[in-house]
């Protein structure tokens, strides 16, 4: 059985270097390899890949949970492999719980673990690069893993990035001020951070919000 997959990816060097590890192989065969976003939606359908290997930065303009909707709705079926240059164990915890199958840390060598992680999840068994997998052990190990960020308090993220006051968000969204102070609080313990200005630094590099 061939293995198709695609390479999509903001970094040229990160593109080549995933061909060149896969190359040779008579298993896998590449069938597309995208720096944009838009590029690589339009060619799923026709493509039908097994696996995707995106890079969480593909699209700056969007967060990776954002940007794993997008790609698992233009192609349900692939197993999708996230690769990224931050290990936030809570991250990873998310994408896990949203359907992603691999988590590779792009300082960890990929030439010793790609191949392994796109043959794992392909028979359907969850893979983390030896990095991400210490840092999803931690953070679970806080307790903190079972609230996901979901599409609200992104967009209250969001809301607060472009320097709206909680009060005029609770008033935007039209839901209760104590609502919006609450999942502020959560997002808070979630990152680690003391103020919504330090809230606001870590969401951004993390890729929530730009």
């Given at each position: 059985?061939?293995?198709?997959?695609?390479?999509?990816?903001?970094?040229?060097?990160?593109?080549?270097?995933?061909?060149?590890?896969?190359?040779?192989?008579?298993?896998?065969?590449?069938?597309g390899?995208?720096?944009?976003?838009?590029?690589?939606?339009?060619?799923?359908?026709?493509?039908?890949?097994?696996?995707?290997?995106?890079?969480?930065?593909l699209?700056?303009?969007?967060?990776?949970?954002?940007?794993l909707?997008?790609?698992k709705a233009?192609?349900?079926?692939?197993?999708?492999?996230?690769?990224?240059?931050?290990?936030?164990?809570?991250?990873?915890?998310?994408?896990?719980?949203?359907?992603?199958?691999?988590?590779?840390?792009?300082?960890?060598?990929?030439s010793?673990?790609?191949?392994?992680?796109?043959?794992?999840?392909?028979?359907?068994?969850?893979?983390?690069?030896?990095?991400?997998?210490?840092?999803?052990?931690?953070?679970?190990?806080?307790?903190?893993?079972?609230?996901?960020?979901?599409?609200?308090?992104?967009?209250?993220?969001?809301?607060?990035?472009?320097?709206?006051?909680?009060?005029?968000?609770?008033?935007?969204?039209?839901?209760?001020?104590?609502?919006?102070?609450?999942?502020?609080?959560?997002?808070?313990?979630?990152?680690?951070?003391?103020?919504?200005?330090?809230?606001?630094?870590?969401?951004?590099r993390?890729?929530?919000?730009?």
């Amino acid at each position: 059985m061939t293995i198709k997959i695609a390479i999509a990816d903001d970094m040229d060097l990160a593109r080549e270097g995933m061909k060149t590890i896969l190359r040779g192989r008579d298993d896998f065969q590449v069938v597309g390899t995208y720096h944009l976003l838009s590029d690589m939606l339009d060619a799923l359908g026709k493509l039908r890949p097994d696996v995707i290997l995106l890079g969480d930065r593909l699209e700056p303009e969007i967060d990776v949970l954002t940007l794993l909707e997008r790609v698992k709705a233009a192609a349900p079926r692939a197993r999708i492999i996230i690769l990224s240059n931050l290990v936030e164990g809570l991250i990873v915890h998310d994408l896990l719980m949203r359907g992603v199958m691999g988590y590779l840390y792009k300082f960890d060598p990929l030439s010793l673990y790609l191949v392994e992680a796109i043959q794992n999840v392909v028979r359907g068994q969850p893979y983390l690069s030896p990095s991400s997998n210490s840092a999803y052990l931690l953070a679970m190990q806080t307790g903190e893993g079972d609230w996901q960020i979901d599409a609200e308090a992104r967009e209250i993220l969001r809301q607060i990035a472009e320097g709206h006051r909680l009060q005029e968000i609770a008033y935007i969204r039209h839901i209760p001020i104590r609502r919006v102070y609450c999942i502020c609080e959560r997002l808070r313990r979630r990152f680690g951070a003391e103020t919504n200005m330090q809230l606001m630094a870590l969401v951004a590099r993390e890729g929530f919000v730009s």
